[in-house]
T-cell receptor
Framework: QQQVKQSPQSLIVQKGGISIINCAYE??????FPWYQQFPGKGPALLIA?????SEKKEGRFTISFNKSAKQFSLHIMDSQPGDSATYFC????????????FGKGTKLTVNP | DTGVSQDPRHKITKRGQNVTFRCDPI?????LYWYRQTLGQGPEFLTY????????KSRLLSDRFSAERPKGSFSTLEIQRTEQGDSAMYLC??????????FGQGTRLTVV
């Protein structure tokens, strides 16, 4: 049973556009929600993370929106650039930190120049 | 480089052989995690350590898998009697307690 469902599986946007990736979770005990970026042949790199006491967190061009009642959270990439082309994973854990992260299946983002 | 280091980066082995991977975490991090990632999927949790103690193991970690972190610093992951289904990227990450996890670049295992 997949505990974190991520969509879409792939996404193509034009340079300068907004990329939006969505995740939904089932376990109400989750209390830490990070997003990771992964380039081919590399390990995942933490982009931004949120805890359920806030509904939105912004760092540069990246914003997480969190809806606790709907058990959903999303990543918005503003002014998308070709260098943002990568696979993005949402994740969740139950202990407020990085213990036993449960990952979504990933979204492959392509930003066309 | 003060990030998480994994060795080797690539390993090709014949079915039935044993393999061992090494992970060197960020030096001040007391937690160390192992994940497995297959093509087109997100990483799946395998096990984690706090200092030298192995605190949790996933059901994915069969009896052929063993992990150690003998002095609370580096860790090894051994797979005995490898099977083709073990082919994957094995990722190591480390963190402080309650902190963000930083991943290494992974060891890609191919079992032929």
């Amino acid at each position: 049973q997949q505990q974190v469902k991520q969509s879409p599986q792939s996404l193509i946007v034009q340079k300068g556009g907004i990329s939006i990736i969505n995740c939904a979770y089932e376990n109400t005990a989750f209390d830490y929600f990070p997003w990771y970026q992964q380039f081919p042949g590399k390990g995942p790199a933490l982009l931004i993370a949120i805890r359920p006491d806030v509904s939105e967190k912004k760092e540069g061009r990246f914003t997480i929106s969190f809806n606790k009642s709907a058990k959903q959270f999303s990543l918005h990439i503003m002014d998308s650039q070709p260098g943002d082309s990568a696979t993005y994973f949402c994740a969740a854990s139950t202990q407020g930190g990085s213990e036993k992260l449960v990952f979504g299946k990933g979204t492959k983002l392509t930003v066309n120049p | 480089d003060t990030g998480v280091s994994q060795d080797p980066r690539h390993k090709i082995t014949k079915r039935g052989q044993n393999v061992t991977f090494r992970c060197d975490p960020i030096s001040e991090h007391n937690r160390l995690y192992w994940y497995r990632q297959t093509l087109g999927q997100g990483p799946e949790f395998l096990t984690y350590f706090q200092n030298e103690a192995q605190l949790e193991k996933s059901r994915l970690l069969s009896d052929r898998f063993s992990a150690e972190r003998p002095k609370g610093s580096f860790s090894t992951l051994e797979i005995q009697r490898t099977e083709q289904g073990d082919s994957a990227m094995y990722l190591c990450a480390s963190s402080l307690i309650g902190g963000e996890a930083f991943f290494g670049q992974g060891t890609r295992l191919t079992v032929v």
